[in-house]
């Protein structure tokens, strides 16, 4: 005899409950409005559509009028029409059988195989609380990434939450394929929010390949796709961490970019009448940026490592977004553009970044060795322009001196092919005989 479970009661009462019905007031510009039928902020109601129901979400409610962004094309849809609530938020299916698959920013499938049966997955709503901050382990343990100039430079440890912060095409998603490749975490989550649909098929087939992707979750919400649904992709991808990390695992979240993520609620924002702040920015995009950052990190069961790509507006890293996400973040990697035209990759200035939690996951060893390297290469930025036109005089400056001595194999030991994974082990080796 089978046990009646709470969350078959729920099923079952769901199934019951009378359907009340409302109808489309108004359809203008990228919203419609809503009456007669009852719902809160950030539920589901969907619509009867010609084609098929289309879900829409309530964005902002007032006076019995619910305004509502559609996760779907409006194409065919017009006032009048039958609206019904679907009784809560957007809800996903997590579990085991994620390894490997592609899902759209509503956690569906788009490798065109079924996800299983609801045996092998767990049915979760997407909004989910963060870690209580005095129930956070302190972050102890360094989590290798595979890249050299990150793990001697800008140790990353595991739960950390690191921003990688460059203008357009000098090699952010380039540097994530390397990361899923190269972590030592278990799994790998990887968010592609407003990213060119051509580019979609290259970076899961080329970048990540078949054993990147064997161990990763990729969620796609491309640059065409509703508002709402690039939103929502953050946080589906932030959930499907969160359940790997609640059953005790150690997760790499990668999200590109989360500049497209504010973008994203600033025409939500806009949509629903705020009105525009910092940079034509409402004040809703910076509410939202730490209530989506902050549920990364640790957990007393696992953690999340955050690598968020911040697409900072002509190369401004003092631009609204990059600004308000380095203020919350627990450090971040700047990508050069200098480096990057002159074919240095992985493009990173590593006298620009900094990790917040260097001190605590490495050695005194480790970190004699990191702040040598950094004092030679900002010496040789110092006296980069007196030798370039021969003022320098050799003797003036120990570290100078010894900066031109070894700026052959310090660059060797920054620059790294895409497919050269470095354990972080003899990254430590390496670092240690270069600068001895």
């Not at 140790?155 to 380039?174: D, N």
């Not at 977004?321 to 990759?345: C, P």
């Amino acid at each position: 005899m089978s046990t009646l479970t709470p969350a078959h009661l729920g099923r079952a009462l769901a199934a019951v409950r009378p359907v009340q019905l409302g109808r489309i007031a108004d359809l203008q510009g990228l919203h419609l409005t809503v009456t007669g039928v009852p719902a809160a902020v950030g539920d589901l109601l969907e619509v009867s559509g010609p084609a098929g129901p289309v879900p829409v979400e309530v964005v902002a409610s007032a006076r019995g009028v619910l305004t509502c962004l559609p996760l779907g094309s409006t194409t065919g849809l017009r006032s009048g029409d039958a609206v019904r609530s679907t009784g809560g938020g957007l809800r996903i299916r997590v579990g085991e059988s994620l390894r490997g698959r592609v899902l759209d920013g509503l956690g569906r499938p788009l490798d065109g195989l079924p996800l299983g049966s609801d045996l092998d997955l767990d049915h979760v709503a997407v909004e989910h609380p963060a870690p209580a901050a005095l129930s956070r382990p302190r972050i102890e343990h360094q989590l290798g990434l595979g890249v050299r100039a990150l793990d001697a430079l800008t140790p990353c440890g595991r739960g950390q939450r690191l921003g990688i912060m460059a203008g357009s095409g000098v090699g952010k998603s380039s540097l994530l394929s390397m990361v899923a490749r190269g972590t030592d975490a278990e799994l790998s989550v990887i968010a592609l929010i407003g990213e060119r649909g051509r580019e979609v098929r290259e970076f899961l087939e080329n970048d990540l390949g078949p054993e990147g992707l064997a161990r990763s979750v990729v969620v796609v919400a491309t640059s065409d796709e509703p508002a709402v649904v690039r939103l929502r992709a953050a946080f589906v991808a932030t959930r499907i961490a969160e359940w790997f990390r609640d059953s005790g695992r150690h997760v790499v979240l990668m999200m590109d970019s989360l500049t497209r993520v504010a973008l994203a609620q600033r025409e939500i924002g806009l949509s629903a009448g705020e009105p525009p702040a910092t940079r034509g920015f409402p004040p809703s995009v910076f509410a939202l940026l730490p209530q989506l950052l902050e549920r990364a990190g640790t957990s007393p069961a696992g953690s999340i490592t955050g690598l968020y790509t911040v697409l900072v507006e002509g190369d401004d890293l003092q631009d609204p977004v990059g600004d308000s996400a380095r203020s919350i973040l627990d450090g971040h990697v700047v990508l050069s553009r200098e480096l990057a035209t002159s074919g240095h990759f992985p493009s990173i200035d590593v006298l620009e970044s900094i990790s917040r939690v260097a001190n605590a996951v490495t050695g005194p060893g480790a970190r004699q060795d990191a702040v040598r390297l950094r004092r030679l290469l900002a010496a040789h930025r110092n006296v980069r322009e007196l030798v370039e036109i021969g003022a320098y005089v050799p003797g003036t400056d120990r570290d100078a001196d010894d900066a031109l001595a070894l700026m052959p194999r310090i660059e060797a030991f920054l620059r790294q092919d895409m497919d050269d994974v470095t354990s972080s082990a003899d990254t430590w080796s390496a670092l240690h005989e270069l600068v001895a």
